[in-house]
């Protein structure tokens, strides 16, 4: 359970949402770190329409900050187009969006994103991938086990989304989530079969590349509890979260490799019994 005061930001949406404030796509020394490449800037007043992007399914999303956050707009996939008060949004190259300031509460925010579905699998529109080998990279004292823990689990699998999906099922299945334990290691995982929340999402990543498939890592957080009586979902901060984007089919694909957790689909607006039982 969360007290108000627990509270960072609340969102109204016709559905549940992954919003995302980093990818990180280099593994060093057991830990992930983020593209260092300089973030866009972009002028304006008030609204700001986000560069490139198929403006095929726009999902519309409302935010108002209710504690101090971070400079990061949390947002879906692809923004397309950002509506706050301020002159200059900063747009990063993984589509993170940024303000030159802190969030403080009370600030709104109006969002549409370019996200596609498939089946309940949330995908960005169509894009270009300028930087394929790095996000391919593998550490070389792991690479070796990695390769070989990937090509198990494609085994007679003939695409690379139904490889990834093996890859998500046999760490959503097999493995346990032990909050305590510290590594992000994905050998210690896979043969601890349990591990800590970011090791999930590291061991994807990991598995993905070795299986030649691009992907990273994402940090954000989780809209799902929906609250009834204020029509819009609650976001504390128990719903930071971790999980991956795999590139398949030139979009970028939401991966969700821990026990329990639910991607956030299409129609998945939470019921109100789902809504008590999270609290």
Same mark, same amino acid.
């Given at each position: 359970s969360g007290g108000a005061s627990d509270r960072l930001?609340?969102?109204?949406? @016709?559905?549940?949402?992954?919003?995302?404030?980093?990818?990180? @796509?280099?593994?060093?020394?057991?830990?992930?770190?983020?593209?260092?490449?300089?973030?866009t800037a972009l002028k304006g007043i008030f609204r700001f329409t986000l560069p490139?992007?198929?403006?095929?399914?726009?999902?519309?999303?409302?935010?108002?900050?209710?504690?101090?956050m971070t400079e990061t707009i949390p947002t879906a996939l692809r923004p397309q187009f950002v509506r706050t008060d301020t002159q200059e949004l900063w747009v990063g190259q993984d589509h993170t969006v940024a303000l030159a300031e802190k969030l403080l509460p009370g600030r709104i925010i109006y969002?549409?994103?370019?996200?596609?579905?498939?089946?309940?699998?949330?995908?960005? @529109?169509?894009?270009?991938?300028?930087?394929?080998?790095?996000?391919?990279?593998l550490p070389p004292d792991r690479e070796r086990a990695l390769v070989e823990h990937a090509r198990r689990l494609g085994l007679g699998r003939t695409t690379g989304l139904r490889r990834a999906e093996a890859m998500?099922?046999?760490?959503?299945?097999?493995?346990?989530?032990?909050?305590a334990e510290e590594s992000e290691d994905p050998l210690e995982l896979l043969s601890r079969r349990s591990g800590p929340p970011r090791a999930f999402a590291s061991t994807l990543t990991l598995l993905l590349r070795a299986d030649g498939i691009p992907a990273?890592?994402?940090e954000g957080y989780r809209v799902r509890r929906f609250d009834p009586f204020a029509q819009r979902y609650v976001v504390q901060?128990? @719903?930071?979260?971790?999980?991956?984007?795999?590139y398949l089919d030139s979009r970028w694909v939401v991966f969700e490799p821990l026990p329990g957790a639910r991607l956030p689909g299409p129609d998945r607006a939470q019921s109100l019994l789902e809504t008590l039982i999270d609290r």
């Open positions: 930001f609340e969102v109204v949406s @016709d559905r549940t949402l992954y919003l995302r404030t980093a990818t990180l @796509d280099r593994f060093e020394s057991g830990r992930w770190l983020r593209q260092e490449a300089a973030p490139g992007g198929e403006k095929r399914e726009m999902v519309p999303y409302g935010i108002e900050i209710l504690a101090e969002a549409e994103s370019a996200v596609s579905y498939s089946g309940q699998r949330p995908a960005s @529109d169509p894009m270009p991938l300028g930087n394929y080998e790095a996000m391919r990279a998500e099922e046999h760490l959503r299945t097999g493995f346990r989530v032990a909050p990273r890592v994402v901060k128990r @719903d930071a979260h971790v999980w991956v984007e795999a």
